[in-house]
């Protein structure tokens, strides 16, 4: 089964961190995407630049779409980027999700959400 | 000959070749390998130039050759390093030239009791066999399941590597674990083939032929195993959920039910040799859940319309597929042939004790039998919610939009 790990975290946090701080999360991803890598269960992922270079479109009012510079939502916590893995269970996706260094240093969460299949069983 | 009949051939001839390698030399870790490459070798040159006239040697000889490759750059390395402690690899067993010794069947089955060794998860079980005796190449069986070719590869490496770390070998299993790995081997097959049988568009084609792998791997487990029941019950199963595709889905490949499927289409071949393959295997075999099942496919095979059907018999069958396999999804089919004979509030009835197992509480199945059940009893509105509380817990695309559909009718036309 399929989960995409949706990271939010509050924009600029890093920015915060000292050296070794940023060095050390850092190298706690590398030692989890290689887990992932070794064990088959990455199937992709990406990180996103940071919440000003968004450009939202819309429906405008008077039909047509319009385009705005940055994020609709003004939130504490954006979209920072995300992983697709494929594990056994929800609860090793879970497990994943808990090693992620936005959520092991309390500065961000994620959220697990199955990928739908194309497959389908006669009803 | 053709691509197509090449790369038929090539699959058929993958565990034959593998069986002789790891015969020779052991190593299934590189012999696999070696047999990938060959074949990947194969389907290459042999469109273009002509199959050989012993199409089994050529292989075995170009994976022996890529076997021997290996080694010697290996011990080359091995020279250079010359701390390391000599590890002499199994030099003296490289092979004899291309020989026409039969093709051992029983290489076959040791092959599929290996990949799916109880030390593999069972998507890794999935992999390996597909690859080690089904022939399909990393990045085939990387497209069937939708990930990427270097993820599919990792898989299989790891596979290969939990079989090895735990002492595997190419071997039949003792006659204590011979059942368990053999439902095992079952097991797999079965989920290759659902994994196939799925809205077959465009997009989906490469899963579709997952169900044709399964259907030939079944067909040649049948071959090995004539005296074993489950095994003719599995293919008879596959070949009765296998005839209806054609009229499973419309024409915007949409999920069409079983009762409301044009039959006309029904594949008569398919179900033909399924009801003969099952009815014969229970005259002689203990029956097990998969010819149970297949016995049941059968019943539904053989009504000519959907009011024909002779859900006595399905309840009956289904009492006893409960008694073999008892599970809560057995309940909720069970449920739903009960509602056919007694009435939906009789099955509605049946499904009360799975909103407390664990394993069905929030099941899409569960809301999409009482969806059903409760629509036959004339009671719309909670048919609407449940129908909608399905398409909210399933994770797939094709079912999500069928009961969508179910729902919004029952919204609409009063």
Redesign the interface.
Known sequence: MKYMLLIWNRPGFVEELSEDERNAIFGEVDVIMKELTESGELVGGEALAHPAQTRTVRPAAGGGTEITDGPFVESKEQFAGYLTVDCETPERAAEIAARWPDVAHGVGVLEVRPVMEQAGTEM | MTDRAVEDLLRALAPQVLGVLVRRHGQFYACEDAVQEALLAAATQWPAQGVPDHPRSWLVTVATRRLTDEWRSERARRDREVAVAVREPAYAAVAPPADEEPPSGDDTLKLLFLCCHPAL????QV?LTLRAVGGLSTAEIARA????E?????????AKQRIEAAGARFAMPSPADRDARLRAVLHVLYLVF??G???SSG??LH?AELTGEAIRLARELRRLLPDDGEVAGLLALMLL?DA?RAA?TGPGGE?V??AEQDRTRWDRVEIAEGVALVTEALTWSAPGPYQVQAAIAAVHAEAPTAADTDWPQIVALYRVLARLAPNPMVTLNQAAAVAMVDGPRAGLALLAPLDVDERTANHHRLA?VRAHLLELAGDRDDARAAYLAAARAT??????H??EVRAARLATDR
């Open positions: 998860t069972v998507s890794a992999a399941y939708l990930v990427p270097a993820t599919m590869s990792q898989r299989i490496r790891r659902n994994e049988y799925t809205a997009a989906e899963r959920t209806h499973r999920l039910p079983l999409a994770t797939s695309l094709p079912e999500r069928y009961l």
